[in-house]
């Protein structure tokens, strides 16, 4: 049997499915939308017979019954057991921007088309916590545009053999919720806040004044310096897993100071050491 690669995507109504089903496609996976569960098995044994050039599938599953439940799992426990590269990615995002979706489509919820739409919301939410908690990946696309939604899954999912590993580090602000799509997690709310500073505030991490601010506490120059031994140590052991992303998250209160600042200073020394290092900033336009 030849390696076959599955990526099964579901997750709430509004956070993105279709379109991340749609990325797939352009990443050269085969993507099929809604297909039975109960199809799961043989459709995967087709696609790995000999002579066959389907390699990476995506397949997109809507499963809003709990009556579904048990014929989904045990489909995929037997493709776990017939040995197939498999992962269940799961799609959700926070109830305000789902109902905010939903509104400015002007498309009901399909578990509650004559309710309001946060009541649908909230149900499926609960329907589908198993299936939630059986996932391998979970993404939440509250704050993802469509391009960068597709910025991530292409991180995720695409092979770069020979090519070294990519380091995001990602300033967010814990007030703001905890991201999903990292793989290590520093809180900085320890330091000094720039916040508190009337010349400081309206500022991010990204200014100089700042970031002068922040230095100024030996604390916040040992925590780089720790962090960044840490990191060192790590690196070795990501890269002799293949991994070719691992996002590193830093966060503080309201993601516009400290955790910028800090994030900012330590791609400086993770690109000095010759990785490719991409900075992505959460939580630094919000108030």
């Not at 066959?52 to 009556?67: C, P, Q, T, V």
């Not at 770069?160 to 799509?181: A, E, M, N, V």
């Amino acid at each position: 049997m030849q390696a076959l690669r599955l990526v099964i995507i579901s997750g709430l109504s509004g956070s993105g499915k279709s379109y991340a089903l749609k990325c797939f496609e352009d990443l050269g996976f085969f993507c099929v939308d809604n297909l039975p569960p109960a199809l799961l098995p043989k459709f995967a044994e087709l696609c790995a017979q000999e002579g066959s050039e389907i390699k990476n599938i995506a397949l997109g599953i809507d499963i809003r019954e709990r009556a579904f439940f048990g014929d989904m799992f045990s489909n995929l426990d037997r493709l776990k057991t017939a040995g197939y590269v498999m992962e269940l990615l799961f799609l959700e995002a926070r109830d305000d921007v789902l109902v905010r979706r939903f509104s400015e489509s002007r498309r009901p919820h399909p578990l509650a088309p004559q309710a309001p739409i946060l009541e649908g919301v909230q149900h499926e939410r609960q329907a589908l916590g198993e299936l939630r908690r059986r996932a391998d990946r979970i993404l939440d696309t509250s704050d993802f545009t469509v391009h960068e939604l597709k910025a991530l899954l292409a991180r995720y999912y695409t092979q770069r053999q020979g090519q070294p590993l990519t380091i995001t580090l990602l300033s967010f602000g814990f007030k703001h919720g905890l991201p999903y799509d990292v793989d290590l997690m520093f809180d900085v709310r320890f330091l000094k806040n720039p916040n508190f500073v009337p010349e400081l505030n309206p500022l991010t991490g990204e200014d100089p004044a700042v970031q002068a601010y922040v230095f100024e506490d030996p604390d916040a120059v040992a925590l780089v310096a720790h962090l960044g031994a840490l990191v060192k140590f790590l690196l070795p052991l990501v890269e002799r897993e293949r991994r070719s992303y691992w996002t590193i998250g830093i966060g503080c209160t309201g993601g516009r100071h400290r955790s910028v600042a800090i994030a900012c200073r330590l791609r400086e020394s993770f690109a000095s050491w010759g990785y490719e290092v991409e900075l992505r900033h959460r939580d630094i336009a919000k108030p």
